[in-house]
């Protein structure tokens, strides 16, 4: 039977009619000494670490057992419910302060996760998300995310939070490529997670409204962010196969 396909969120949907008049660098990356460049080269390391977790060295060699790879999606749909929260929040904190290309970007980001919860939802049978057993690192992420979009940052940076899984997928999917034949029944991740183009108009974004915003930027809480939902990426892996969790902050905050 063909695998079910679905838009994840990762891959925001940049033909959404909530971004139709959002002005978008159109697949191009980002200059290295942008600010989207910077936090990602700060985060390399955690990169790293994500391509050797056993999660994704399975996908790989075609070795991932398949109770770990349905452990980490139920946990990613958790996730999801928990981000589609999340960024409702940050929809209405954008309209709340004038930002209406962050309310629109906000918007499609909500929309892209609810499509994804509800198909993932249905295909793994979870009626109530909130009875599931969050893992020790989905319920860190998650916390990461909910902090993002708090008022005590403005609302551009819940949209730094959202970078590094854009960033994070493709990266790993390319560094797979050469071993596509190698990783079996699990081609299709590399071959649905291997283009930048949302990252880099995500990217482009975020160096458009900084470089029009500037007095708004902190070097600190951006990389903070940024290296938290790095964190997280990277724990979510790990936590899958039963690897032991990378050093995480005390607190997300």
């Known amino acids: 039977m063909a695998r079910k396909q679905s838009l994840h969120p990762r891959r925001i949907d940049h033909h959404h009619k909530h971004l139709s008049n959002v002005l978008l660098n159109d697949k191009q990356p980002p200059p290295d000494h942008s600010i989207s460049r910077r936090l990602w080269s700060n985060c390399l390391d955690l990169a790293n670490l994500a391509l050797e977790s056993d999660f994704i060295q399975g996908i790989k060699h075609g070795t991932l057992n398949p109770n770990h790879y349905g452990q980490y999606t139920v946990q990613d749909v958790a996730y999801c419910y928990h981000g589609m929260k999340d960024y409702q929040k940050l929809e209405q904190r954008a309209i709340e302060l004038n930002q209406m290309d962050l309310s629109k970007f906000a918007k499609a980001r ?7 919860y509800e198909s993932e939802a249905s295909q793994w049978h979870i009626k109530n998300p909130d009875a599931l057993d969050l893992s020790k690192a989905a319920a860190w992420y998650i916390q990461v995310e909910e902090n993002a979009v708090s008022e005590k940052y403005h609302p551009i940076y819940g949209i730094i939070a959202m970078i590094p899984c854009n960033q994070l997928w493709p990266w790993l999917a390319n560094e797979l490529k050469l071993y596509k034949n190698d990783s079996g029944v699990y081609s299709f991740w590399i071959d649905e997670n291997s283009s930048f183009d949302g990252s880099y108009r995500l990217d482009n974004f975020v160096d458009s409204w900084f470089a029009a915003n500037p007095d708004e930027y902190s070097e600190a809480d951006a990389n903070y962010i940024f ?14 196969c039963g690897q032991s969790l990378i050093p995480v902050p005390d607190h997300a905050t």
């Open 227 to 240: 290296r938290c939902s790095m964190i997280g990426e990277v724990n979510l892996f790990r936590s899958a």
């Open 110 to 116: 909500l929309e892209s996760y609810q499509n994804y």
